[in-house]
Nanobody
Framework: VQLQASGGGLVQAGGSLRLSCAAS????????MGWFRQAPGKEREFVGA????????LYADSVRGRFTISRDNAKNTVYLQMNSLKPEDTAVYYC???????????????????WGQGTQVTVSS
């Protein structure tokens, strides 16, 4: 399984970015997906998750209402639309995949088997 994250960059506070994560080597619709982030000196934290069909999503309290996770199973891609960005959103963002024959989502790092390389998001004040 290979995950390639892209779309990061430098944006002013209040701006928007859309991250993408393309998967290869898998039947993408069999995998639930998640986004995590890690700021310098901090542990990797959960941002959002989506189940295999895209019908269920879950968000961290810190991003709920500002970020939206979605997926296109025909394109083997999961997205993270980030709006109203804040300086505290600055981090390296990682996508992750977990194979599971269930319809739920998962939120902890140890439940995900595969990780992308990360993409840097920097929000200036």
């Amino acid at each position: 399984v290979q995950l390639q994250a892209s779309g990061g960059g430098l944006v002013q506070a209040g701006g928007s970015l859309r991250l993408s994560c393309a998967a290869s080597g898998v039947i993408f619709s069999n995998y639930r997906m998640g986004w995590f982030r890690q700021a310098p000196g901090k542990e990797r934290e959960f941002v959002g998750a989506i189940n295999r069909s895209g019908g269920t999503t879950l968000y961290a309290d810190s991003v709920r209402g500002r970020f939206t996770i979605s997926r296109d199973n025909a394109k083997n891609t999961v997205y993270l639309q980030m709006n109203s960005l804040k300086p505290e959103d600055t981090a390296v963002y990682y996508c992750a995949a977990d194979w599971a024959p269930t319809t739920n989502v998962v939120t902890t790092t140890y439940e995900y088997d595969y990780w992308g390389q990360g993409t840097q998001v920097t929000v200036s004040s």
